[in-house]
């Protein structure tokens, strides 16, 4: 066995460091608790604890997105004998079959890295929302360098920035749910190393398969709001060149889930958070964070409060987050509001702008020792100090 590459990837589940076997380049195992890993399609490591159910829900996933992709195909074409409906069928059926053959090229490195026996049913338990499955309008908002995307990507690049610490030894980095990856691949030469992980496995294959094959060809399919059947389904080359020197090791990116975060404890100088603190309950990961950061470590956050999840138990104001970070021993040191426009078409009859929460919570250091007696209650107490 010996020591792998992915900068300081440990085991998500003991923390210990993971050992690559010469000849199998494609698996991982843990030095401390032997629990074996992937490395999916020989590029993007799943560390995950239990990821073999990971990818067979993730296959039925993309199953699904297959079967109502040619369920709509069909009605397509049975429509296309009226006259509203021709140019229609025509237009579509290219964009959505474009799509459909780039998801299941994905489904089919899943099915070769699974035992066939284990795809014979879809798995009784229900399947994880398929809101981020495809990610092509993340994948156009990040990689297309179109104008009103690029506007909104350099204000919140400008905000991140704004938070980082002024030190002369940048360290290390980690991007929560970090999407196709623009914002950590631009944060590559702010830090000595840029971490970035995601648990949807389409959203880190949009990020290692552009970076690897250099463009990509897709459709942004928008039924809704448009002005016109061409703003329905817009065809774009994303391009990694957007950022210089964009390799596929220049940013190490996992597929991890931010409630067991495969990094050291005390390993990272910042945590940036991009549109992501409403996408999980503070709660069920604010404790990792605090574990992987180091002491004066800064966390950054950007974005709105709009809650991707239905437990209204959890959906925080902006006042009880803040509180809950302080509980946690972190300081908040700069606040702001910034206004973006958000995955912007112009064309839309739609227009969705957010007032970005954006602020930088720096870890004190003497708080540790406090800080870490209340993690376990910390969310209850900043509620219940409002009952
Ligand atoms: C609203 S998107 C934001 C994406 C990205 N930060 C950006 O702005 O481009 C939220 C992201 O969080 C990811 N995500 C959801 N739950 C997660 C979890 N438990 N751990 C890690 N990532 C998660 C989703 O897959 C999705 O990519």
């Keep these: 066995m010996s020591s792998l590459t992915y900068g300081q990837l440990v085991c998500a589940i003991c923390h210990a460091e993971l050992l690559q076997h010469p000849s199998e380049a494609a698996e991982l195992t843990c030095a401390g608790c032997c629990q074996p890993y992937i490395v999916f399609a020989g590029r993007i490591p799943l560390i995950l604890p239990d990821s073999v159910s990971y990818r067979v829900n993730t296959y039925w996933q993309y199953n699904k997105y297959l079967r109502e992709t040619e369920a ?8 296309s004998a009226q006259p509203w409906a021709a140019a229609r069928a025509q237009y579509l059926r290219e964009a959505l079959t474009t799509n459909a053959v780039y998801i299941a ?18 798995p009784a338990d229900k399947l ?18 179109l104008p009103e995307d690029e506007q909104e990507l350099q ?13 002369s030894q940048p360290g290390q980095a980690l991007v929560l749910g970090a ?3 623009r914002v950590a691949a631009m944060l590559k030469d702010d830090f000595e190393q840029v971490y970035a992980i995601d648990l949807s496995l389409t959203m880190a294959w949009q990020y290692h ?7 990509v060809r897709f459709y942004d399919i928008q039924s809704k709001n448009a002005r016109s059947l061409a703003e329905q389904a817009t065809e774009h080359w994303a391009t990694a060149n957007l950022v210089p020197n964009l390799a596929p090791d220049s940013l190490q990116y996992w597929v991890a889930d931010v409630k067991q975060i495969p990094l050291p404890t005390n390993s990272v100088a910042a945590v940036v958070s991009v549109y992501f603190t409403d996408t999980v309950p503070l709660h069920e990961y604010l404790g990792e964070v605090k574990r992987v950061l180091r002491p004066g470590g800064v966390f950054i956050n950007f974005g709105p409060l709009e809650y991707h999840f239905t437990d209204i138990s959890a959906h925080l104001s902006a006042e009880e987050v803040r509180s809950v970070f302080e509980s946690y021993g972190f300081r908040v040191v700069q606040e702001q509001e910034v206004t973006t426009s958000h995955l912007l078409r112009p064309a839309s009859l739609a227009y969705k702008t957010y007032h970005n929460w954006f602020f930088s919570a720096v870890l004190t250091a003497e708080d540790e020792a406090a800080s870490q007696t209340i993690t376990d209650r910390a969310p209850r107490a900043a509620v219940s100090s409002l009952l």
């Design 179 to 181: 999407g196709t990856a």
């Design 72 to 79: 709509t195909l069909a009605k397509l074409r049975q429509n």
């Design 155 to 167: 204000t919140i690049i400008g905000a991140v920035r704004a938070g980082l610490p002024t030190t």
């Design 128 to 145: 994880r929302s398929l809101a981020y499955l495809s990610s092509f309008s993340y994948l156009k908002r990040d990689w297309c360098g």
């Design 105 to 122: 090229r994905i489904q089919q490195q899943l099915a070769a890295s699974l035992p066939p026996e284990l795809l014979l049913a879809r």
């Design 209 to 215: 398969n552009l970076a690897e094959q250099g463009a």
